[in-house]
């Protein structure tokens, strides 16, 4: 009786053995699994949101498959509940471990926005106001309130920004864009200034702006 009993209790134990390790590999194959995207998809993590909230939005947005396995996750891999708000691109083929490094490391979606040169300054306000992801703090400033904004005096900004291509991530404002329109062309003109033809009549950078074409600089 007793040898039967160790006998019931030794399959016991190999029985929950077996099953937390087939458990544990199922966890494994969820977190190391790709997600179910076909294409570049753009995912926005909340303030506030935590592991469980974030798979339930992604397995609403069709970004992964839904899981029994998605709560145990947590628990064998604690990292997956550190997270930071954000715009991120995810991309088909990466995993689900992947996809929660990139938003645990911050690595935000890099959106682009182009100022030819030659335009007005209406018509990069214009453009600003119609671009996607960004926070349009200077639609109702005038232009002398978005220079003095930009710590600048004068009354007009014509001329007084670099066009370039410009990077920012979701949320930042159309205003921070502003500001480094502003130090790109001052940061040019300096260059410029330091390298002029001491012979040229000219006793202040800003001069430079009728004298000499827009310095090329590398996209911030």
């Given amino acids: 009786m007793i040898k039967k009993l160790a006998l019931i209790v030794l399959f016991l134990a190999l029985a929950a053995e077996g099953a937390a390790y087939w458990g544990f590999t199922q966890i494994e194959d969820y977190v190391n699994g790709d997600i179910a995207i076909q294409e570049r998809t753009l995912v926005t993590v909340p303030e506030g949101a935590n592991y469980h909230s974030l798979t339930r939005q992604l397995v609403s947005d069709g970004v992964i498959e839904p899981s029994q396995w998605a ?9 997956l509940t550190r997270l930071k708000a954000g715009t991120f691109e995810v991309e088909p083929g990466m995993t689900l471990a992947g996809l ?8 935000e979606h890099q959106f682009a926005i182009t100022f030819v040169e030659g335009s007005t300054f209406k018509e990069w306000r214009e453009q600003l106001a119609e671009t996607d992801n960004l926070k349009h703090e200077t639609v109702n400033l005038t232009e002398a309130q978005i220079a003095k904004k930009l710590g600048l005096d004068n009354e007009k900004l014509e001329g007084l920004l670099l066009p370039e ?3 920012y991530v979701a949320g930042e404002s159309d205003l921070s864009v ?4 502003s130090r ?9 200034w330091e ?10 950078p800003y001069e430079l702006l009728t004298l000499a ?3 090329k600089k590398k996209r911030p």
């Fill in 100 to 107: 929660f490094a990139l938003i645990r490391e911050g690595k």
């Fill in 195 to 204: 390298s002029r033809d001491q012979s040229l009549p000219i006793d202040s």
């Fill in 165 to 167: 291509t410009y990077h």
């Fill in 178 to 181: 502003l500001k480094r329109a």
């Fill in 71 to 79: 709560r145990w996750a947590a628990k064998t891999h604690p990292e």
């Fill in 213 to 215: 074409p827009s310095s």
């Fill in 184 to 192: 790109q062309l001052q940061a040019s003109l300096n260059q410029a």
